[in-house]
């Protein structure tokens, strides 16, 4: 069973800085995607940055230019990098890694990490 470990969460002041990491139990070219979701209280959870297929990197309109999302692919870890962090981006963060199964398409989460943008 693929296990994703999210750390890195906290509480942080607007215009300040955050790395999120996400551990994957195999190796992450297993997956043809991975990336950061997030939900915010009483909202739907939303992409924010993914690799996808070929290794491209996808975000959200409302981060670009303010997160980047890495790799270390010794470490079967991703990153997410978030600086110029407002209130706005307070959210509970997931990673995500999806991968072709025998029975279809395997879907993963980790147990999230909560991000506090507060003054």
């Known amino acids: 069973q693929v296990q994703l470990v999210e750390s890195g969460g906290g509480l942080v002041q607007p215009g300040g800085s955050l790395r999120l990491s996400c551990a994957a139990s195999?190796?992450?070219?297993?997956?043809?995607?991975m990336g950061w979701y997030r939900q915010a209280p009483g909202e739907q959870r939303e992409s924010v940055a993914a690799?996808?297929?070929?290794?491209?990197?996808n975000y959200a309109g409302s981060v670009k230019g303010r997160f980047t999302i890495s790799r270390d692919n010794a470490k079967n870890t991703v990153y997410l990098q978030m600086n110029g962090l407002k209130p706005e981006d307070t959210a509970v963060y997931y990673c995500?890694?999806?991968?072709?199964?025998?029975?279809?398409?395997?879907?993963?989460w980790g147990q999230g990490t909560q991000v506090t943008v507060s003054s």
């Open positions: 995500n890694a999806k991968k072709v199964v025998r029975t279809g398409i395997g879907d993963y």
């Open positions: 195999e190796n992450i070219f297993n997956f043809y995607t």
């Open positions: 690799y996808t297929t070929g290794g491209s990197r």
